[in-house]
Protein backbone atom coordinates (compact mmCIF):
# COMPACT_ATOMS: atom_id res chain seq x y z
CA UNK A 1 0.00 0.00 0.00
CA UNK A 2 2.79 2.48 0.34
CA UNK A 3 3.26 2.99 -3.16
CA UNK A 4 -0.59 4.36 -3.10
CA UNK A 5 -0.51 7.97 -3.39
CA UNK A 6 -3.05 10.72 -2.44
CA UNK A 7 -2.91 14.83 -3.43
CA UNK A 8 -1.55 17.06 -0.51
CA UNK A 9 -3.47 19.75 -2.05
CA UNK A 10 -6.46 20.34 -4.72
CA UNK A 11 -5.79 21.29 -7.81
CA UNK A 12 -6.51 22.35 -10.94
CA UNK A 13 -5.44 21.75 -14.99
CA UNK A 14 -7.17 23.32 -18.19
CA UNK A 15 -6.94 22.15 -21.76
CA UNK A 16 -8.04 22.71 -25.10
CA UNK A 17 -8.93 19.56 -27.56
CA UNK A 18 -10.47 20.56 -31.10
CA UNK A 19 -12.30 23.90 -29.66
CA UNK A 20 -13.79 22.30 -26.63
CA UNK A 21 -12.24 23.72 -23.16
CA UNK A 22 -11.94 20.65 -20.50
CA UNK A 23 -11.01 21.95 -16.70
CA UNK A 24 -9.96 18.92 -14.23
CA UNK A 25 -10.56 19.30 -10.62
CA UNK A 26 -9.25 17.06 -8.12
CA UNK A 27 -8.88 16.66 -4.42
CA UNK A 28 -8.25 14.09 -1.75
CA UNK A 29 -11.37 12.71 -0.11
CA UNK A 30 -12.11 10.31 2.86
CA UNK A 31 -15.77 9.10 2.49
CA UNK A 32 -18.56 8.72 -0.59
CA UNK A 33 -20.09 12.36 0.74
CA UNK A 34 -16.89 14.50 0.48
CA UNK A 35 -16.16 13.11 -2.54
CA UNK A 36 -20.14 14.52 -4.28
CA UNK A 37 -19.60 17.48 -1.99
CA UNK A 38 -16.24 18.34 -3.66
CA UNK A 39 -18.14 17.48 -7.29
CA UNK A 40 -21.06 19.73 -5.85
CA UNK A 41 -18.63 22.93 -5.16
CA UNK A 42 -16.66 22.92 -8.44
CA UNK A 43 -19.33 21.72 -11.18
CA UNK A 44 -20.03 24.91 -13.47
CA UNK A 45 -23.70 24.59 -14.19
CA UNK A 46 -23.03 26.93 -17.93
CA UNK A 47 -20.84 23.48 -18.81
CA UNK A 48 -21.75 21.21 -21.26
CA UNK A 49 -20.97 18.03 -19.00
CA UNK A 50 -19.77 17.43 -15.39
CA UNK A 51 -18.10 14.31 -15.66
CA UNK A 52 -16.31 13.03 -12.98
CA UNK A 53 -14.61 9.99 -10.78
CA UNK A 54 -13.52 8.90 -7.21
CA UNK A 55 -11.55 6.04 -5.71
CA UNK A 56 -11.19 5.52 -1.98
CA UNK A 57 -9.77 2.05 -1.21
CA UNK A 58 -12.22 -0.76 -2.89
CA UNK A 59 -14.80 2.10 -3.11
CA UNK A 60 -15.06 4.12 -6.12
CA UNK A 61 -17.99 5.19 -8.67
CA UNK A 62 -17.93 7.27 -12.03
CA UNK A 63 -20.43 9.74 -13.80
CA UNK A 64 -20.95 10.50 -17.96
CA UNK A 65 -22.67 12.94 -17.15
CA UNK A 66 -24.52 12.78 -20.71
CA UNK A 67 -21.11 12.09 -22.80
CA UNK A 68 -21.63 8.39 -24.21
CA UNK A 69 -20.86 5.86 -22.11
CA UNK A 70 -18.01 5.02 -20.79
CA UNK A 71 -16.22 7.69 -22.78
CA UNK A 72 -15.81 10.08 -19.14
CA UNK A 73 -15.91 8.82 -16.05
CA UNK A 74 -14.73 5.62 -16.66
CA UNK A 75 -11.06 7.06 -18.14
CA UNK A 76 -11.38 9.36 -15.43
CA UNK A 77 -11.53 6.60 -12.73
CA UNK A 78 -8.66 4.52 -15.18
CA UNK A 79 -6.39 7.49 -14.65
CA UNK A 80 -6.95 7.63 -11.01
CA UNK A 81 -5.89 4.18 -10.60
CA UNK A 82 -2.95 4.78 -13.42
CA UNK A 83 -1.39 7.36 -11.68
CA UNK A 84 -1.26 5.55 -8.07
CA UNK A 85 -3.83 7.44 -6.65
CA UNK A 86 -6.46 6.64 -3.63
CA UNK A 87 -8.33 8.64 -1.51
CA UNK A 88 -9.06 10.79 -4.70
CA UNK A 89 -11.66 12.81 -6.49
CA UNK A 90 -11.46 14.17 -10.11
CA UNK A 91 -14.08 16.30 -11.60
CA UNK A 92 -13.78 17.32 -15.51
CA UNK A 93 -15.82 20.01 -17.14
CA UNK A 94 -16.02 19.87 -20.43
CA UNK A 95 -17.54 23.11 -22.77
CA UNK A 96 -18.62 21.95 -26.12
CA UNK A 97 -16.31 23.88 -29.37
CA UNK A 98 -18.40 22.90 -31.63
CA UNK A 99 -16.15 19.77 -33.27
CA UNK A 100 -17.24 16.32 -32.13
CA UNK A 101 -14.31 14.29 -30.45
CA UNK A 102 -16.18 10.52 -31.36
CA UNK A 103 -15.91 8.20 -28.63
CA UNK A 104 -11.67 7.54 -28.48
CA UNK A 105 -10.72 11.57 -28.82
CA UNK A 106 -13.78 11.74 -25.61
CA UNK A 107 -11.60 9.14 -23.83
CA UNK A 108 -8.32 10.21 -24.33
CA UNK A 109 -9.68 14.13 -23.37
CA UNK A 110 -11.21 13.09 -20.23
CA UNK A 111 -8.52 10.36 -19.84
CA UNK A 112 -5.47 12.65 -20.34
CA UNK A 113 -6.46 15.82 -18.78
CA UNK A 114 -7.47 14.15 -15.14
CA UNK A 115 -3.97 12.08 -15.83
CA UNK A 116 -2.33 15.56 -16.21
CA UNK A 117 -4.32 16.78 -13.55
CA UNK A 118 -2.45 14.24 -11.02
CA UNK A 119 0.48 14.44 -12.75
CA UNK A 120 1.11 18.64 -11.97
CA UNK A 121 -0.56 17.68 -8.17
CA UNK A 122 1.40 17.99 -4.98
CA UNK A 123 1.28 14.29 -3.78
CA UNK A 124 1.87 12.17 -0.49
CA UNK A 125 2.28 8.49 -0.08
CA UNK A 126 -0.97 7.06 1.69
CA UNK A 127 -0.06 4.88 4.76
CA UNK A 128 -1.15 1.35 5.41
CA UNK A 129 -3.20 2.27 8.56
CA UNK A 130 -4.22 -0.38 11.06
CA UNK A 131 -7.69 0.01 13.35
CA UNK A 132 -6.43 -0.91 16.87
CA UNK A 133 -8.38 -0.46 20.59
CA UNK A 134 -7.00 -0.08 24.02
CA UNK A 135 -8.28 0.32 27.36
CA UNK A 136 -7.38 2.52 29.77
CA UNK A 137 -8.21 4.23 33.25
CA UNK A 138 -9.26 7.66 33.74
CA UNK A 139 -5.57 8.48 35.34
CA UNK A 140 -3.90 7.40 32.09
CA UNK A 141 -5.95 8.63 29.81
CA UNK A 142 -4.85 11.94 29.47
CA UNK A 143 -1.14 10.53 29.32
CA UNK A 144 -1.92 7.88 26.96
CA UNK A 145 -3.61 10.98 24.64
CA UNK A 146 -0.70 12.66 24.63
CA UNK A 147 1.44 10.06 23.75
CA UNK A 148 -0.49 8.36 21.35
CA UNK A 149 0.30 11.00 18.74
CA UNK A 150 3.93 10.84 18.86
CA UNK A 151 3.58 7.81 17.11
CA UNK A 152 1.51 8.99 14.60
CA UNK A 153 -1.75 7.57 15.56
CA UNK A 154 -5.36 8.96 16.24
CA UNK A 155 -7.60 8.70 18.37
CA UNK A 156 -10.85 7.95 16.23
CA UNK A 157 -13.48 7.19 19.35
CA UNK A 158 -13.63 7.04 23.25
CA UNK A 159 -15.58 4.94 24.89
CA UNK A 160 -16.49 5.56 28.74
CA UNK A 161 -17.36 2.34 31.38
CA UNK A 162 -16.83 2.59 35.04
CA UNK A 163 -13.29 1.33 34.77
CA UNK A 164 -11.91 3.84 32.60
CA UNK A 165 -11.59 4.11 28.81
CA UNK A 166 -11.49 2.54 26.15
CA UNK A 167 -9.83 4.22 22.59
CA UNK A 168 -10.34 3.22 19.45
CA UNK A 169 -7.23 4.52 17.28
CA UNK A 170 -6.12 4.49 13.64
CA UNK A 171 -2.14 3.59 13.44
CA UNK A 172 -0.06 3.50 10.78
CA UNK A 173 1.22 -0.13 10.45
CA UNK A 174 4.82 0.58 10.64
CA UNK A 175 4.61 1.65 13.96
CA UNK A 176 2.83 -0.83 16.02
CA UNK A 177 5.33 -2.30 17.40
CA UNK A 178 6.47 0.95 18.80
CA UNK A 179 2.87 2.04 19.98
CA UNK A 180 2.22 -1.51 21.94
CA UNK A 181 5.33 -1.68 24.03
CA UNK A 182 4.37 2.14 24.64
CA UNK A 183 1.77 1.99 26.06
CA UNK A 184 2.98 -1.21 28.10
CA UNK A 185 5.35 0.58 29.66
CA UNK A 186 3.01 3.57 30.59
CA UNK A 187 0.03 0.95 32.05
CA UNK A 188 3.18 -1.28 33.96
CA UNK A 189 2.06 -4.14 31.40
CA UNK A 190 -1.65 -3.86 32.02
CA UNK A 191 -2.92 -1.94 28.83
CA UNK A 192 -3.02 -3.92 25.84
CA UNK A 193 -3.30 -3.09 22.28
CA UNK A 194 -5.74 -5.24 20.42
CA UNK A 195 -5.30 -4.62 16.51
CA UNK A 196 -8.42 -5.26 14.41
CA UNK A 197 -6.88 -7.52 11.86
CA UNK A 198 -4.58 -9.22 13.50
CA UNK A 199 -5.48 -13.53 14.97
Request: overall charge neutral.
Amino acid sequence: MSSLFTLEAPCSYREEVRKSRFVAHAAAVASADEALAFFARHADPTATHNCWAYRIGATYRFNDDGEPGGTAGRPILQAIDGQSCDRVAVLVVRWFGGTLLGAGGLVRAYGGCAANCLRLGRRVPLLDLAEAEVACTFAELPLFKARIKEQGAEVLEERFDEQGATLALSVPRPRLAALRAMLSDLSRGRAVLAVRDEP
